[in-house]
């Protein structure tokens, strides 16, 4: 499967963090609390090597309590700073306080702290940055690469943010990796296989939440080979002839998926891993 992704774009992103790495005090990295590994750029941790870090898990009010919990000791075990955060729902301190803290453990002083927020498409970089602000002041958008230039707002009479957009690397030799960026909306849903990445997805709910499809779509199989065809059928979608709509019925799983109404779903769990596949490489 081949995945296109603006690469111009992302080369002249990771272009411009190279310059300005110099120019900040620390980095608060933001991922995907429901796949907090596939969602970093593992690109970074080389280029982030001697700056005071912070991973945020953002989104962290839709995936599963237990298993965010594993992932912060896990990220914090590699002595990296993490937390779990809601962009929608957490308060502004819950945020701003770590980011002093840190700054302040590593003798840094408050009154000139400079922060750059970097993660790849659509993990909330711009909803991160309005709630430090306390305003509106980053384009938000449900669709991947909303921020395409940096900027800097002052969140802070003593805080100075950069907002950069998302960068995605190369290519991804794990075709799980793929299929989970897809399901969060990481990549453009134009380009996308939709109904593998939906059977994909029912697969994992299947495996994780196994009464999640019986909840929402009222669906009793087993089968992920079936969720498509059963979702349809339940919410009267079909084309002429009396054929099935199985097209926009993943369209509405991974919508809904991606908007919480599946209930609180973690896609990855830290003893888990990436599972390289051999046989296929998805190309961005």
């Known amino acids: ?85 809601s962009a929608i729902s957490d308060r502004r301190r819950k945020l701003l306080d770590p980011i002093r803290k840190l700054a302040t453990s590593k003798a840094k002083s408050i009154g000139s702290l400079r922060v750059l927020v970097l993660g790849i498409p659509n993990v909330g970089k711009s909803a991160i940055i309005n ?22 707002v002052r969140a802070t009479k003593n805080l100075m943010i950069l907002d950069t957009p998302g960068i995605l690397w190369p290519k991804f030799a794990d075709k799980q990796t793929g299929f989970k960026l897809a399901a969060i909306g990481a990549i453009r849903e134009e380009i996308l296989p939709l109904e593998e990445v939906a059977f994909w997805l029912s697969q994992q709910l299947l495996r994780r939440a196994p009464l999640t499809l019986e909840t929402t779509y009222d669906l009793t199989s087993s089968d992920a080979t079936t969720v498509l065809t059963g979702i349809a059928r339940r919410r009267g979608m079909y084309l002429s002839g009396g054929r099935l709509d199985t097209e926009r019925a993943a369209a509405m799983l991974i919508r809904e998926f991606q908007q919480g109404k599946l209930g609180r779903i973690s896609l990855e769990t830290p003893g888990e891993g990436r599972q390289a596949n051999d046989d296929e490489e998805f190309m961005v």
């Open 1 to 85: 499967m081949t995945i296109q992704w603006f690469p111009g774009h992302m080369a002249k992103a990771r272009r411009e963090l190279l310059a300005r790495l110099p120019q900040v005090d620390m980095v608060l990295e933001v991922a995907d609390a429901r796949v907090p590994a596939a969602s970093r750029n593992p690109d970074l941790a080389q280029l982030l090597a001697g700056k005071l870090h912070l991973v945020v898990l953002n989104k962290a009010d839709l995936a599963s309590i237990q298993v965010t919990d594993e992932w912060l000791c896990d990220i914090r075990s590699r002595d990296i700073e993490a937390m779990a955060f």
């Open 131 to 152: 709630k430090l602000v306390g305003r509106r002041s980053a384009a938000v958008g449900a669709r991947p690469g909303v921020t395409r230039g940096q900027q800097w």
